[in-house]
């Protein structure tokens, strides 16, 4: 056996004759037969001609493949189970992709496939979970039934009409691949590919336009101007996904009430303020790899189910997403900071967010976010109103440096919370008309409770507060349930109307100055001293 290649970073840094960075071999015919393990990215020699069945199979580090050159055969299995596997190119080469080749890689979302490719065999595909587009070159005349099986999040299939029932009858959105610039279909519409040489889409160039269906373009377009297909009345579809867009202009594609399905392409790193806004029955739009930023109102008021930024992704705007029902999930890459003010108001069916890493959550963020039922967050400061009206919110687990006035107002099915961090003041009404709240823990950090903190909070049964110094007008009015509040020995103020209609309170636990305070209104005291 003869060794070949080591864990690079460039195509072209091969090293031949090093045994300490050997990471697979070959036989006398070029093939790999062999591998060891911990390789990260694989970019295969130009002179490899075959890859053995499962050589590569179990790879648990290995993330990119790269097959350059003469390779035409892959074996059964060949990438079988890289759990961290995310890119493939195969060889332009390659006559087949044979079963399992890529099976049980969960986290593959892009692969290329070469025009010489004439057969995807059975399984090839399965349980890709993060494979969302795939492109299927004309060349391939054999398609297997189970091909794609178990890809849940398969939605967008670019290839020949062939194969549309196919991928239909799996609920994929499919785009036939496009052969010349202008097609009239008299049931579809006017569909239209933008040659090669076209540079760039002019500002307002398809606005109020009513009889394209369908746009795609060719792998040179650079530039989409503002407005550019605004108001396109029957655009149902747009495929980007081979151009090296690098702007898409403002309101681009906003108010298009027919528009479906948008894919992007990697170039794009920046979508601008209402570039989809108001474009009702967009459902999926494939975000580009190395998307950094959203503006304002990007998405608002578009029906999109799922978002799954980057790693790349920094930046949200105000309102990006602001009043889109159908939003259910958000995965936000570790590099987002901010929640801006109403990003994500009226997404009334959101359900799932990761906020760990996030450090500010502003204004509104959240507001009428009524399917999130739980809440875990790190942010340094959440902002007035952030979650308010989440009628789902069951449970929050906060660490905070500050919140600000109606926090979590309305969340009516809000039960639990667990407070910590150095936050100081429960703000005003932050949590009114939580109605069955029962359970909430106060940080020793806390010295305020501020006007009609807990308002109309009917089943908070028990109240401790270690380092509380104040409590503001109508704090606990109308907590019906209240029987039991254990005050610290900093409390110097306390309204007279703090705990106006709680007729149940028994039992106090508060400095000795307090007693006549509680007594009068008929409570057992304990004093602190």
């Known amino acids: 056996l003869k060794p070949k290649g080591k864990l690079i970073s460039e195509y072209d840094d091969y090293d031949n004759g090093d045994s300490d960075t050997i990471k697979y071999y070959i036989d006398q015919n070029d093939r790999v037969v062999k591998a060891d393990k911990g390789i990260v990215k694989l970019f295969l020699a130009p002179e490899i001609r075959e890859i053995g069945a499962e050589v590569f199979k179990d790879q648990n580090d290995l993330e990119t493949v790269i097959m350059n050159g003469k ?3 892959i074996g059964e299995g060949a990438f079988k189970n890289c759990p961290q596997l995310k890119k493939v190119e195969l060889s332009g080469a390659l006559l087949e992709i044979p079963s399992d080749a890529v099976a ?3 986290w593959l979302s892009y692969v290329f496939i070469p025009d010489s490719c004439f057969a995807i065999k059975s399984k090839a595909f399965k349980n890709c ?3 969302k587009y795939i492109k299927i070159p004309s060349t391939v005349g054999e398609l297997a039934p189970d091909a794609f099986s178990s890809c849940r999040n398969l939605r967008v299939v670019e290839g020949p009409e062939k194969f549309r029932s196919f991928f239909n009858r799996m609920g994929v959105y499919y785009i036939t691949s496009k052969t010349s610039f202008i097609k009239q279909d008299e049931e579809k519409g006017l569909n239209i ?4 040489h076209i540079l760039e889409i002019k500002d307002g160039m398809f606005e109020n336009d009513e009889r394209m269906t369908s746009f795609s373009a060719g792998q040179n377009l650079e530039r989409i101007g503002d407005r550019a297909f605004k108001n396109a009345k029957d655009l149902l579809d747009v495929y980007l996904g081979d ?6 202009g403002n309101e681009a594609f906003n108010d298009c009430p027919n528009l479906i399905i948008v894919v992007l392409p990697k170039s794009l790193k920046e979508i601008k303020p209402l570039t989809f806004a108001n474009s009702s029955k967009l459902e999926d739009v494939l975000l580009p790899e190395d998307l950094e930023k959203v503006g304002q109102f990007a998405f ?3 029906n999109v189910g799922e978002i799954d930024f980057p790693e790349s992704f920094h930046s949200l705007a105000e309102s990006a997403f602001e009043g889109c029902a159908g939003l ?3 995965n936000l890459s570790d590099k987002v900071r901010t929640i801006p003010k109403y990003c994500f108001e009226g997404c009334r069916n959101l359900s799932r967010i990761n906020l760990e890493n996030v450090y500010a959550i502003d204004d509104f963020a959240f507001k009428n976010c009524y399917g999130l039922n739980f809440l875990k967050t790190n942010a340094h400061r959440i902002g007035a109103r952030a979650f308010a009206n989440c009628f789902g919110l069951e449970s929050a687990f906060i660490t905070t440096g500050s919140m600000k006035e109606g ?6 099915n809000l039960m639990k919370v667990v407070l910590n961090g150095n936050i100081k003041i429960i703000p005003c009404k932050a949590f009114e008309s939580c109605f069955k709240l029962k359970n909430i823990t106060i940080p020793e950090s806390v010295q305020k409770i501020s006007d009609k903190a807990f308002i109309n909070c009917k089943n908070l049964g028990a109240f401790e507060a270690k380092g509380v110094e104040e409590i503001g007008d109508y704090a606990f009015w109308n907590c019906e349930k209240l029987v039991y509040v254990n005050l610290s020995d900093n409390l110097k103020k306390i309204s007279d109307t703090a705990f106006e209609s709680c007729p149940n309170i028994r039992f106090v636990t508060a400095p000795e100055r307090f007693r006549n305070y509680f007594e009068s209104r008929g409570i057992y005291f304990t004093s602190t001293q």
Not at 193 to 196: C, S, T
Not at 243 to 248: K, P, R
Not at 407 to 412: E, M, N, R, T
């Open 71 to 73: 390779c035409v055969k």
């Open 104 to 106: 049980d890689c969960k």
């Open 129 to 131: 979970n993060n494979l």
């Open 193 to 196: 590919f933008l040659p090669e």
């Open 243 to 248: 151009c090296s867009l690098t702007e898409l």
């Open 300 to 302: 608002a008021y578009t």
């Open 328 to 330: 259910d999930s958000v």
């Open 407 to 412: 926090v979590f107002s309305g969340c009516k």
